[in-house]
């Protein structure tokens, strides 16, 4: 059986062990990421009260996830209207990333970023650059690391070659960093005015 060497440093066998023996902290992190789900959860139930069939036609409605691995870090997801199809998807999430922070991402497939892109004058991008959203570069719309840490990704401009970016990649994925509020009950609160002004501006006009 082949040993990773990398996997349990000698000079750091003392650390782990006190890891792993630190009721106290493990309860700390397990209180953490319940309190994270919990507060995703209930944002989750009051999206499915509002109109987010609007938003888009094919909305999954929202779902709530997690793990423990992203980058060697747990996180949190929630995604909202969840059609992730290449053509005419569409996707808001928001990932808890422990170690970095929240963000919301827009996951827009190529002929939905096309039609939201093209309009004039055009709602979404006047707010992306209202807002300081981000556009990734990455060939992966889930390549965070590649967005996140390495910032591959450039300011959300009116002068952008979007049409160019969504040739390039097939999609359009949009992003910015959002904070924590000092409650959860505020923090709620700003998360989801967030994404109904987001909604709002991303559905099909009548």
Excluded at 79 to 85: A, C, E, H, L
Excluded at 158 to 185: A, C, G
Aim: aromatic share 10%; with cysteine.
């Amino acid at each position: 059986m082949s040993r990773d060497n990398n996997a349990c440093a000698e000079e750091e066998w003392n650390q782990y062990l006190g890891l792993v023996a630190d009721a106290d902290l493990l309860q700390k992190i397990h209180k953490s990421k319940k309190c994270f789900q919990s507060l995703f959860t209930e944002l989750a139930n009051r999206i499915m009260k509002e109109k987010h069939e609007e938003w888009h036609t094919t909305s999954k409605g929202a779902k709530v996830s997690q793990g423990n691995s992203l980058q060697f870090c747990p996180y949190q997801v929630l995604d909202i209207v969840r059609d992730f199809n290449a053509e005419a998807g569409l996707n808001i999430r928001l990932l808890n990333w422990w170690g970095r922070g929240i963000y919301i991402f827009v996951y827009l497939g190529r002929t939905t970023a096309h039609r939201l892109l093209k309009q004039a004058p055009n709602r979404l991008t006047n707010y992306l650059v209202d807002q300081r959203f981000y556009v990734s570069m990455t060939a992966s719309p889930w390549d965070y690391k590649g967005m996140v840490d390495q910032e591959h990704a450039v300011e959300a401009q009116s002068s952008l070659d979007w049409i160019n970016i969504i040739d390039r990649v097939d999609h359009i994925q949009l992003f910015k960093k959002l904070h924590f509020e000092n409650t959860p009950l505020k923090t709620q609160s700003v998360l989801l005015e967030e994404i109904i002004m987001l909604g709002e501006i991303l559905k099909k006009p009548r």
